[in-house]
């Protein structure tokens, strides 16, 4: 099994940068799609972005392109969200999630086996 802890949520100002870690254990992430999804209170679970396993296909929601970067280091078994112009309804928690490859490009829930405990970010205005 994969274990998964995110580390790197806080309180930033709209239009500010925070970089969001995913460090894993029990397995390496090298054979994983690793995705990132948030969530704000009182609404579902929302894909944010994605990773294949060969490191060299990602994909994102429309809402973060162009703001937020996903790359993975997998000698370090850690993946990344690199957040920028971050903006209020960016506000959520957010969850590292690790799956295995399946056909189709990896943005909902089901793609996913593991799943860390999530992050706050705060995003003030």
């Known amino acids: 099994q994969v274990q998964l802890v995110e580390s790197g949520g806080g309180l930033v100002q709209a239009g500010g940068s925070l970089r969001l870690s995913c460090a894993a254990s029990?397995?390496?992430?090298?054979?994983?799609?690793m995705g990132w999804f948030r969530q704000a209170p009182g609404k579902e679970r929302e894909f944010v972005a994605a990773?294949?396993?060969?490191?060299?296909?990602?994909y994102y929601a429309d809402s973060v392109k162009g703001r937020f970067t996903i790359s993975r280091d997998n000698a370090e078994n850690t993946v990344y969200l690199q957040m920028n112009s971050l903006r209020p309804e960016d506000t959520a928690v957010y969850y590292c999630?690790?799956?295995?490859?399946?056909?189709?490009?990896?943005?909902?829930?089901?793609?996913?086996?593991?799943w860390g405990q999530g992050t706050q970010v705060t995003v003030s205005s």
């Open positions: 029990g397995r390496t992430l090298s054979s994983y799609d």
């Open positions: 999630a690790a799956g295995t490859p399946g056909l189709l490009p990896p943005r909902y829930q089901y793609n996913y086996d593991y």
């Open positions: 990773i294949r396993w060969t490191g060299d296909i990602t």
